[in-house]
């Protein structure tokens, strides 16, 4: 069954506004991928994505070291602290 011209016209305009955004898509991919590698020395996602759980993991093995360090010093001056 033949389309007619003004769908055919409508289809086409609209790929053609596909195509632009498409290409604006893989700019702005580009763009962020650029500021990756120069940012965190990350040359695909899936690197980044690592590099993300690794700092996460840290983070947290911060802060379970920083309450065991606090509740080491609060142990040793709770006399000190509750006086205060």
Same mark, same amino acid.
């Given at each position: 069954?033949?389309?007619?011209?003004k769908k055919?016209?409508?289809l086409?305009q609209?790929?053609?506004?596909?195509?632009?955004?498409?290409?604006e898509?893989?700019?702005e991919?580009?763009? &962020? !991928?650029?500021q @990756?590698?120069?940012?965190? /020395?990350? #040359?695909?996602?899936?690197?980044a994505d690592e &590099? !993300?759980?690794? @700092?996460i993991e840290?983070? /947290?093995s #911060?802060?379970e070291?920083f309450?065991?360090a606090?509740?080491?010093?609060q142990?040793?001056?709770?006399?000190?602290l509750d006086a205060?």
């Amino acid at each position: 069954m033949p389309i007619s011209a003004k769908k055919f016209i409508e289809l086409q305009q609209r790929y053609e506004r596909l195509k632009i955004r498409s290409a604006e898509a893989q700019g702005e991919l580009n763009s &962020l !991928l650029k500021q @990756l590698d120069e940012e965190y /020395a990350c #040359s695909s996602v899936e690197e980044a994505d690592e &590099l !993300l759980e690794s @700092l996460i993991e840290k983070a /947290a093995s #911060s802060e379970e070291d920083f309450e065991t360090a606090w509740d080491d010093f609060q142990k040793k001056w709770k006399e000190v602290l509750d006086a205060a």
